[in-house]
């Protein structure tokens, strides 16, 4: 027979000491040494005991005649049924279970009776304690207290200046940075800037500006909603402009075909940048449009940069690199001079044939003169229908890439485009790690012979 000892503190508990009491405790209720099972910072009634590290591993090591020690009903679970079918499957195994404090063994129907009535009254404890937390956390809100959780970005807890507990206030820098971004918000910056400049996710943010606390609401009642005026950071003219904005139909602000979208890359898909136009015109940006796979079901994030200071880095790239090279365009040509070559030729085999025809003597001069005028016809028909020849020839336009580059539009995308690739990545970076360009490499070595 083996004593095995279990041990549990939950993780508010955790500065208790009790793990220490409760080793002292089953050490002196064992026959001998037990093997000690400890679950640390581990629920008891939100954890199930077989789901637990060392609950797991002591229901594995168990073997019949085995005796389980705890010290009280709670140590081994909060929650009636697991703690009924932890003692059922302990006791299928051969072994037993007893709980010291209150002197529980569950050998005997006495102990079995025992066990269901304060497995029962444990969870009921738990349950009236839950009920006691939730009761206390609406009173709270009754009465415009901060109780539990981080504030809200905008706001933060402070004492209460009627009576006990916290209340919230705005934050001296994040509320009229806030204010700020919201103004920015209707001017048609897009909230992922937005949540970047403030620090924290767009998903959390697109979450603040929905939380009427903002605007002083402790919460909704039938007779309309009870505020805080000392709470809000904005009025409530101001956040029902706000809800409408961030609710209203989003238009359309990309466009395939303005400025040099067309001409820039995603790293994370190859996709095509499009520009997104900003009622600030400093803000606007080009983008992925996010459509890829990589990017729906991958998760990777789209690339995007303000588009002035992409053009400028772009433009200054470009020019450097390639604004003195001739622009070259190549053409198809036809030649019809391997035909008219091949009918003079055939045509002098048939002036010289008609000429043997004429002065032959014999029968047997007559008769090769013959074949020999035939076949020269023949080469006659053939040359004629000889096809005419294509060929390819690069020729200079007269223009360099920076003529190319000056005239905008499709024309500035086209010399980006022949140019290389201009690739744009995603995150907060350094505009030259941002902005990046690989060029073709004849034209790289060409633009650069003699540099």
């Not at 954890?47 to 081994?76: C, I, N, Q, W, Y």
């Not at 395939?256 to 136009?277: H, Q, V």
Request: proline residues 5%; charged residues 25%; contains cysteine.
């Amino acid at each position: 027979m083996t004593d095995r000892a279990y041990l549990r503190i939950s993780l508010d508990t955790l500065a208790s000491g009790s793990i220490a009491k409760q080793r002292a405790a089953l050490t002196k209720a064992a026959d001998g040494e037990p093997v000690f099972y400890a679950d640390e910072s581990v629920s008891g009634s939100k954890v199930p005991f077989a789901k637990r590290p060392e609950g797991a591993r002591l229901l594995s090591d168990l073997h019949a005649g085995d005796r389980v020690l705890v010290t009280k009903l709670d140590r081994m679970g909060r929650n009636t049924e697991d703690v009924l079918a932890t003692v059922r499957r302990i006791t299928e195994a051969g072994a037993s279970v007893r709980f010291t404090e209150q002197d529980i063994d569950t050998s005997g129907p006495v102990g079995q009776l025992l066990l269901t009535i304060l497995a029962a009254v444990a969870q009921m404890e738990a349950a009236m304690i839950a009920e006691r937390r939730r009761e206390s956390l609406v009173a709270f809100k009754a009465e415009g207290r901060h109780a539990v959780g981080e504030a809200p970005f905008g706001l933060q807890s402070a004492p209460n200046p009627t009576g006990r507990g916290l209340v919230l206030r705005p934050h001296p820098e994040e509320a009229p940075a806030l204010r700020e971004a919201v103004e920015r918000l209707y001017a048609g910056t897009p909230l992922s800037t937005l949540a970047a400049d403030l620090g924290i996710l767009d998903t959390r943010l697109g979450r603040v500006l929905r939380n009427e606390r903002l605007a002083g609401v402790l919460e909704q009642t039938p007779d309309g909603p009870r505020l805080d005026p000392d709470m809000a950071v904005f009025t409530l003219v101001e956040w029902d402009r706000l809800q409408k904005h961030l609710t209203s139909r989003p238009v359309k602000t990309w466009t395939p075909s303005e400025g040099i979208g067309a001409a820039l890359s995603c790293s994370e898909c190859g996709d095509r940048l499009y520009f997104n136009a900003a009622k600030v015109p400093t803000e606007a940006t080009y983008r992925c449009r996010g459509v890829a796979a990589n990017h729906k079901e991958g998760g990777r994030p789209r690339a995007a940069v303000t588009a002035h200071n992409a053009e400028a880095r772009v433009e200054s790239l470009f020019l450097d690199a390639m604004g003195d090279l001739p622009v070259t365009i190549t053409v198809t040509e036809e030649s019809d001079a391997a035909r008219t070559e091949g009918i003079a030729l055939a045509r002098m085999r048939l002036k010289a044939a008609e000429e043997a025809l004429s002065a032959a003597k014999t029968r047997e001069e007559h008769l090769a003169a013959t074949d020999a005028h035939w076949d020269a016809l023949e080469a006659v028909e053939a040359a004629k229908a000889l096809p005419v020849q294509s060929f390819s020839v690069v020729k200079q336009t007269g223009e360099t890439f920076a003529d190319l580059y000056a005239r905008g539009g499709a024309d500035r995308v086209n010399a980006l485009q022949l140019a290389g690739r201009w690739v744009v990545s995603p995150g907060r970076l350094p505009l030259a790690d941002k902005v990046r360009f690989f060029a073709d490499a004849d034209l790289w070595v060409e633009a650069n012979d003699g540099k």
